[in-house]
């Protein structure tokens, strides 16, 4: 059963960059698809970013689309997201997560299993 572990969130201005690194304890079949969801207080969690097939398909949320960049490294089971031009509303905590496409989700996964998060803030 694959692990993940979140590294990369911290706190910046408005405008600014993160990356987020998600670490996999192996290399998820072939057929899974990774990303990331976000939660922030009060809200649902919500899908962000996903990568399926070594990065030659990613999916976005149309609110970080051209904003945020995911990519995958299947060599050392990492998958990164680096997020830009952040807002204040990117304030959340952020889960890596891996699963199986799916064509019935915006952005293609059902999740199997979830990582512990990493918070990001980003003030105005």
């Known amino acids: 059963h694959v692990q993940l572990a979140e590294s990369g969130g911290g706190s910046v201005q408005a405008g600014g960059s993160l990356q987020l690194s998600c670490a996999a304890s192996?290399?998820?079949?072939?057929?899974?698809?990774m990303g990331w969801f976000r939660q922030s207080p009060g809200k649902e969690r919500e899908a962000v970013a996903t990568v399926y097939a070594g990065g030659l398909n990613t999916y976005y949320a149309d609110a970080v689309k051209d904003r945020f960049t995911i990519s995958q490294d299947k060599r050392s089971n990492t998958v990164y997201l680096q997020m830009s031009n952040l807002k204040p509303e990117d304030t959340a905590m952020y889960y890596c997560?891996?699963?199986?496409?799916?064509?019935?989700?915006?952005?293609?996964?059902?999740?199997?299993?979830w990582g512990q998060g990493t918070q990001v803030t980003v003030s105005a």
């Open positions: 192996e290399n998820p079949p072939s057929n899974n698809i």
């Open positions: 997560v891996v699963g199986r496409w799916t064509p019935f989700s915006p952005l293609r996964i059902e999740v199997d299993t």
